[in-house]
């Protein structure tokens, strides 16, 4: 049985890291910070596999090379990454519909989702927990999607189209705790969402607990996301009227409040 915890790091990111009830082994995703991972690993009498990266920036990053240097000598460290110029430490590149197995038996397929950079990778697993598990790096967040970095932010639609297919219960683990303030841009949006609304409340009290709000699911972020919803009426409406335009399709619409939210 797999378990996943998040190791927060700098102000806001979570690192996943994956454990096996029966293994001293573990994978890390994202490990921008080296340090806080090893520090985890050592507490818990852990041992590092592998490494599983979603894109280039340095808070998913940061932390390879110390990582390889605590633990390669016990046990080559393999590091799974999309194929990217700016990432050498990549032992594994990835590319859409390959799959990857973890604990020698927990098969992950990758997903390529361009448009937060345009080399980005998440990991989708159907039958590692009770439920479907997605790594999805700063494709997709609670309540909203990563900034276009790369230029192509029909890219990013596609992607979050995509991510949109998979099952309701797909839990989300995403690598940043930004989904109050992405509500609060959602909210602005469809004021008339109750499924926002009761998120909000749900997302504060958790918070002021110091519990993550994540991993979503892909029901909660159909209901409360509106980047997976730029086929609604309501949002049409509000980006139109926000830009004062009209669009000829959910692509073009989902450009507008992206931009929208960049100045939010
Ligand atoms: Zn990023």
């Not at 049985?1 to 994978?27: D, E, G, K």
């Not at 932390?63 to 700016?86: A, F, H, R, T, W």
């Not at 519909?97 to 997903?111: E, K, S, V």
Request: hydrophobic share 35%; charged share 20%.
């Amino acid at each position: 049985m797999l378990t996943v915890t998040p190791i927060p790091a700098f102000s806001n990111n979570y690192l996943w890291l994956i454990t096996h009830s029966t293994s001293s082994c573990s994978y890390i995703v994202d490990p921008g910070d080296g340090q806080a991972v090893y520090e985890t690993l050592k507490k818990r009498n852990l041992q590092l596999s592998g490494i599983l990266i979603t894109h280039r920036h340095y808070d998913h990053i940061n932390g390879i090379d110390d990582l390889l240097k605590y633990y390669q000598q016990e046990n080559s460290i393999i590091v799974y990454g999309p194929d990217s110029p700016y990432i050498p430490q990549i032992t594994h590149k990835l590319y859409q519909g390959d799959q990857i197995t973890l604990f020698d038996h927990y098969l992950f397929t990758i997903f390529e989702t361009p448009g937060h950079t345009s080399e980005h990778i998440c990991y989708f697993s159907k039958d590692t927990l009770k439920m479907p598990v997605l790594f999805c790096g700063d494709t997709l967040f609670s309540a909203g999607c990563g900034r276009v970095m790369d230029k192509d932010p029909e890219a990013l639609y596609r992607s979050l189209s995509v991510l949109a297919e998979l099952p309701d219960n797909t839990q989300v683990y995403c690598a940043h705790e930004y989904t109050l303030n992405n509500l609060h841009f959602a909210q602005a949006v469809e004021p008339k969402n109750t499924h926002i609304r009761q998120r909000i409340q749900e997302v504060q009290q958790l918070r002021q607990q110091g519990i993550p709000s994540l991993p979503s699911c892909i029901a909660i972020e159909k209901q409360t996301n509106p980047f997976m919803r730029t086929t609604q009426q309501s949002i049409y409406q509000s980006v139109a009227d926000y830009w004062g335009t009209q669009y000829a399709n959910a692509c073009e619409l989902f450009v507008d409040l992206r931009r929208w939210k960049d100045e939010f």
